[in-house]
């Protein structure tokens, strides 16, 4: 098992980030907020979870093992697979999520890509005790200003973010259009645009 990444960020593609470790570059699917945070040419620390199918080996990276922790309760909860936990983890802050299912708010989770009602209702009921498991870190938004280092245009780059997550294209554009007069960088944009979409 995969269990830590600690090297150079040599590529981002969203939520893809291509880090190499001595050598050997690992590609590790990650949850946006912990993607914004990695800037292609500086250091990085990246929590891993492995995934392993017949066809692939699938790596998913995390900024702390708090977030690694709800990653892996996410996974099992029935009908949640690994592409759906990084859509969740994804589509909110992790203290968000958590109040969502302390208070039952299953509207709210449900405006998440891939959620629907019958899903939200699965992680109420079986989430519910376990999120006792997480340490109160979990729980905490984290607080720091997050950087991304891309080619691309900061909007272009929180769009494709957005699609990458499972939103449709104008469903993207119009999220992001709608903030990018207040935020100048792409992680800004991506934040900005996810909290109003799943107001």
Partial sequence: MIGRLQGTVIDLSAPHALIDCHGVGYEVEMPLPAYCQLQVGKPATVWTHLVVREDAHLLFGFSGKEERLLFR????????????????????????FLLCIEREDIATLTR?????????ERLLIELRDRIKELTPAAHAVPQSRLTLSTELTPVAEAEQALISLGYKPA?????????????????????????????
């Fill in 171 to 199: 469903e993207a554009q119009k999220a992001v259009a709608n903030v990018k007069n207040l935020h100048e960088n792409t992680a800004d944009l991506i934040r900005a645009a996810l909290k109003a979409m799943v107001k």
């Fill in 112 to 120: 998440i890509p891939g959620v629907g009602k019958k899903t939200a």
């Fill in 73 to 96: 309760l996410l996974l099992k909860v029935s009908g949640i697979g690994p592409k759906l936990a990084l859509s969740l983890l994804s589509g909110m802050e992790p203290a968000m």
